[in-house]
């Protein structure tokens, strides 16, 4: 390692007994999975610029000009319902100044910022900041300066290193122009650059280890030496004090661990723990599963989550999905009887007249393949059904709208109204941007999806 930020970095020691090895590498398992996922699209995203899905150096925006499709494989259950901007935010050295133009009244937008850890810690956009433009500050956990003129707010991290998602409604394919035009008139700024000042001293540059595979994340002891890494752009909170002086007892956070000079007995707690974190989160899934849990629960703020570590990791199923105040999304995983979603059956999903999802935005309805979570590549190239599609629907007799889900065309009549379905398992995520607050209490329930045959 090349940088003064790499070789800061000195050899990690376990000074816990295996029984403990055990109990703490749980812990990390739950608190640090989220924190290497998200280090994996990032590296992808900002840092290696030969990965296929790279977008720009950090501090830099990309604007893409389509919505997903499935050759876009680097995050799971992606939307394709809104062109994306990406942006890595770099905080160590001054604040970066967001500048967004003004946006015709009822295009949905949002910029969600996503720290280290995951959390979703702010929003700009339609339901929070308006539609009217300006320009606002994002600052990391050790600036202390003076708010310039011309700045609307300041947006503070807990985190050094932080994702910004920008979401730009797409009304329908011919509208691509529009949101090319709204795209450009993002604008980013160091500090220094927006009030025409002489930029600080550039922190050292990071010597970014190459990130596990999604597979290698589960089976890898280097996801400590990661997840250590990552650690170094968050800045202890005090909530945590306690459980960040647990993980040093095995190695995680300053320093460095040599995985392969552990003692069979202590490999085997770390691979233990581990274990023992993934029954965890296989609870959660049955959660799901069971809609005793939803994507509103495990989508937030850490005050919103109040610290509750697996659920930030469950959140991962969908990472970087919104906090449901800008977002929801019902996730079918079973049908009405309780069995999995599988393209060898037909399925609908009925909407009944004047019982449209309640959104002050939009709502849409994708299909993802498992156990990839991508979507899925079908003749007709449709990977979801959106609120905007409604005039080209079928609706039934008494107005209300059917959704046909499965593997193979339902015929010319109805092809408006299918959303296919890969030939194996499956899950649909219905998405509600901007809900109302009949979805927020409960009181609107998503309907069921049934199986035909």
């Known amino acids: 390692m090349a940088t003064a930020l790499a070789l800061a970095r000195a050899s990690a020691q376990v000074t816990a ?37 790279f977008k720009a150096p950090w501090n830099e925006i990309a604007n893409i000009p389509r919505v997903f499709t499935p050759a876009d494989t680097a995050v799971q259950t992606p939307n394709s319902d809104t062109p994306y901007s990406w942006l890595g935010l770099d905080l160590r050295t001054e604040p970066i100044v967001l500048t967004l133009p003004p946006i015709e009244k009822g295009r949905y937008f949002s910029v969600q910022f996503i720290d280290a850890y995951t959390f979703n810690f702010a929003y700009l956009g339609s339901r929070t900041t308006g539609n009217g433009g300006g320009s606002y500050l994002i600052a990391g956990p050790h600036w202390k300066g003076t708010v310039p003129k011309g700045v609307k707010k300041v947006i503070r991290s807990e985190t050094e290193l932080v994702l ?16 090319k035009k709204i795209q450009a008139g993002y604008k980013v700024q160091p ?31 280097e996801f400590f030496n990661l997840m ?22 095995i190695g995680v956070g300053p320093g460095t661990l040599d995985v392969n000079a ?21 609870g959660g899934i049955k959660l799901f599963d069971s809609g005793k849990l939803t994507s509103g629960d495990v989508f937030g703020t850490r005050q919103s989550l109040k610290n509750n570590y697996l659920y930030r990791w469950l959140a991962t199923i969908g990472i970087y999905g919104n906090s449901k105040q800008e977002a929801m999304y019902p996730i079918y995983a079973v049908d009405s009887t309780g069995q999995k979603l599988d393209g060898s059956h037909k399925y609908k999903l009925r909407l009944p007249p004047g019982n449209l999802p309640p959104v002050n935005a939009f709502w849409s309805l994708t299909m993802y393949e498992l ?42 009549e109805l092809e408006s109204n299918w959303l296919p379905a890969p030939k194996g398992s499956f899950n649909a995520y219905m998405r509600l941007y901007w809900p109302k607050e009949s979805a927020l209490n409960g009181t609107w329930k998503a309907p069921p999806m049934v199986r035909m045959q």
């Open 164 to 179: 910004a998602v920008y979401r730009t409604q797409l009304f329908k394919p011919d509208d691509i122009a529009n949101v």
């Open 228 to 249: 250590s890494f990552v650690l170094q752009f968050a800045p202890t909170v005090p909530s945590e004090k306690a459980l960040r002086a647990r993980l040093e007892k």
């Open 191 to 221: 500090l220094s650059a927006f009030t025409n000042t002489p930029a600080p001293k550039a922190a050292p540059a990071i010597d970014f280890p190459k990130p596990l595979s999604a597979e290698g994340q589960k089976t890898s002891l």
């Open 17 to 53: 007994t295996p029984a403990e090895v055990r109990a703490i590498a749980k812990e990390a398992y739950i608190y640090g999975y989220p924190l290497v996922d998200s280090y994996r699209i990032e590296h992808d995203y900002f840092v290696d610029r030969s990965a296929k899905e």
């Open 262 to 282: 552990l003692s069979p007995e202590v490999k085997a707690a770390f691979e233990q723990g581990r274990a023992d974190a993934f029954a965890d989160f296989a």
């Open 371 to 412: 156990p990839a979570s991508l979507l899925v590549a079908n003749p007709i190239n449709r990977y979801l059904i959106n609120s905007p599609m409604l005039p080209q629907l079928k609706r039934d007799a008494d107005g209300g709208v059917t959704l046909l889900v499965q593997n193979e065309s339902p015929g010319a």
